[in-house]
């Protein structure tokens, strides 16, 4: 067992709201919870649509949604719009669009995943606009009014109440400029797009009043902001909002920055330099919010890196977070941080299955009867469910020195209740990322500050190499390129972070005593302190059953956003049914798995089956039960 020393004990009662002692905690949203990557293959609509339509792709998008509800909310893909095709153009020369691919998709991602994309407004569809130099704004408005008055049309205006649009990505780069834009062309497609936005929805009532259109943001120029001459195109829709803000196409400014060491003191410092060179030259565009939708340790996800294996990227994640927060509170350049996003939504390959940045290890089983794909959870994985957990109430970050050199980084958040604070409190120790094996103990006694009257418990989940860490387990056996079931299994039991201690607190307010010395580094640790009143675990929904391969079975369910936090682990049901249509007894299939997140792979090999019937329910860490999922039957082709 991990030698980390939890002592709880009793010292003098503290009587605070959202203060303790001189902690002050302020409303926190969950701003890093958007996810992105680029599709491979040919950028057109035929590329596109087998690009997304892959299956692997699919069971990969799959896991994502599955991690804790609230960890992942957004996905930003590049070239989406190219699942619209070009069909022809009207009698008036106005083009028309089969939507059929795009709604195929959108209806996944909304209706089995329950993310909501990212729209880049980026594409050349059927070459419509390079054919037609002089209607590129009047095509781009059009094309944006069509393409969100279609969804309207068919889910109604709800569904995409929690979209995001996005201007062209990285539109200085040649890679991605398909349509040469110039300076002045650039401009002209920012303010057709804007236009577009503001034009769609519909306009009549049932009653037959006037409505107007939802307003709904743009955000852009999803740029690298380097040297002027090299990036023109980005800094001349700055210097176009500058002039009258009030006016700007834009209402949230993205932009792009990674760190070069893949570090995330790089990352946080250089977002907090280029903002501030913006505010120095554009002084009146700090009303905007702001976002970095590529916030990555390091450029290029396909490079190899050992680091994005294993719970170095975990930690280095964690870490960008809690430094972005600490600046969004410093009256920085970065006060108007509205979210950050990592492009990690990749589909890893072969040899790179772990070291390329993902959220996931791709193995493609090409020796089996029918070849298909297995996904192994990364330790970044993992952090997202941990951070998902956090408050909505958060402290500024605390900076505990374990050395000279080295400080461990603490999150503390609370979440409000009718109790006050006191119901839910979830903190975050952090090692440095980077470390030397000799370190001073760390020895940390941290005031929980609890201001409860009831009874409670804790709960202690750590993330470190080795035992936490698939990459570890699949390199002991040698790295193969198939592993086979055992070594998966194997995987998947170091995939989640490890449960340590739970356990009842009787005092009113209680003390923690730390001792990290012998735990190997980098290490990331949540503690989660829950009141008896806080709500109780409620059922879970959508239980899916997705095929993996003969055998075979990913198991994913939805869960209700308000009655997790003080979730311990799941278990996963199944009951039978033989050839001659019989039932078994319901079987506790997930029996020694500790399973912090709504999914579970089932493999019960050669002799097994997984025909049947499965349902699933959640223990709190009160070992008290969440009613069963609905029971969802499963018949293999």
């Known amino acids: 067992m991990l030698p980390l020393l939890l002592i709880l004990a009793t010292f003098v009662r503290i009587h605070a709201h959202y203060t303790s002692g001189d902690v002050v905690y302020h409303p926190m949203p969950h701003f890093w919870t958007g996810v992105g990557f680029c599709p491979a293959g040919q950028i057109d609509h035929v590329g596109i649509t087998f690009a997304l339509a892959d299956p692997a792709l699919r069971y990969n998008l799959r896991q994502i949604a599955a991690l804790p509800v609230g960890a992942v909310t957004h996905i930003r893909i590049h070239w989406l719009l190219e699942l619209i095709q070009f069909w022809q153009y009207d009698p008036s020369g106005i083009p028309i669009y089969d939507f059929s691919k795009f709604d195929d998709f959108i209806d996944f991602l909304h209706e089995e995943l329950r993310l909501s994309p990212v729209v880049e407004w980026m594409g050349n569809l059927g070459g419509v606009f390079i054919e037609n130099p002089m209607q590129q704004s009047f095509y781009w408005e059009h094309l944006v009014k069509s393409t969100i008055n279609h969804q309207i049309a068919r889910h109604g205006s709800s569904r995409l109440v929690n979209w995001r649009y996005e201007t062209w990505n990285e539109p200085d780069l040649h890679g991605y400029n398909k349509l040469n834009f110039t300076a002045e062309s650039y401009l002209d497609y920012v303010q057709a797009v804007r236009r577009g936005l503001s034009k769609a929805g519909n306009l009549d009532n049932p009653d037959g009043k006037l409505q107007l259109p939802m307003y709904r943001s743009l955000r852009g120029p999803a740029g690298l902001f380097k040297d002027l001459s090299n990036h023109p195109l980005c800094w001349n829709l700055l210097k176009l909002c500058s002039q009258r803000v009030v006016y700007c196409p834009i209402d949230v400014l993205t932009f792009h920055r990674k760190g070069i060491e893949g570090t995330a003191t790089e990352i946080v410092n250089g977002s907090l330099s280029l903002m501030a060179k913006i505010y120095e030259e554009y002084p009146s565009l700090k009303q905007l919010p702001v976002a970095n939708d590529e916030a990555d340790p390091v450029a290029g996800w396909s490079t190899p890196r050992e680091f994005q294996a294993d719970v170095r990227y975990a930690v280095t994640l964690m870490s960008m977070v809690m430094q972005f927060w600490h600046a969004k509170l410093a009256a920085s350049p970065l006060s108007k941080l509205e979210s950050i996003s990592h492009d990690n939504a990749f589909l890893s390959y072969h040899p790179h299955e772990f070291t390329q940045r993902t959220l996931l290890a791709h193995f493609r089983m090409n020796e089996t009867q029918s070849p298909h794909s297995q996904l192994i959870q990364k330790p970044v994985y993992a952090a997202l469910g941990m951070l998902a957990k956090l408050g909505n109430r958060a402290a500024d970050v605390e900076l505990v020195n374990m050395d000279t050199k080295h400080s461990v980084e603490v999150l503390r958040t609370v979440s409000n209740g009718v109790g006050g604070p006191g119901q839910y409190m979830a903190t975050i120790f952090l090692s440095p990322e980077e470390a030397g094996p000799k370190m001073t103990a760390f020895h940390h006694k941290y005031t929980l500050n609890m201001s409860i009257a009831n009874e409670s418990a804790f709960i202690t989940e750590l993330l470190v190499p080795q035992t936490t860490d698939p990459y570890y387990v699949w390199q002991q056996e040698g790295s193969p390129a198939y592993p086979n079931a055992t070594l998966r299994e194997a995987m998947r039991k170091a995939q989640t972070p490890r449960l340590y201690k739970t356990g009842p607190i009787w005092q ?41 391969t003969h055998r075979e079975v990913f198991i994913s369910w939805m869960e209700h956003p308000k009655s997790t936090q003080c979730l311990l682990s799941y278990e996963v049901w199944f009951k039978e049914r033989d050839n001659n249509g019989l039932f078994a007894d319901w079987l506790l299939i997930s029996r020694g798995w500790h399973l912090p997140y709504p999914s579970f792979q089932y493999a019960p090999g050669d002799k097994g089956s997984v025909n049947g019937f499965y349902k699933v329910r959640g223990v709190d860490v009160f070992n008290e039960t969440s009613p069963y999922s609905q029971i969802v039957e499963y018949l293999e082709l």
């Open 508 to 548: 009113y307010n209680s003390e923690l005593v730390i001792n990290s010395a012998s735990i190997p580094l980098p290490w990331a640790m949540l503690l989660r302190v829950c009141s008896a009143s806080w709500p109780k675990l409620r059922r879970p929904q959508q239980l899916s059953i997705a095929e993996v």
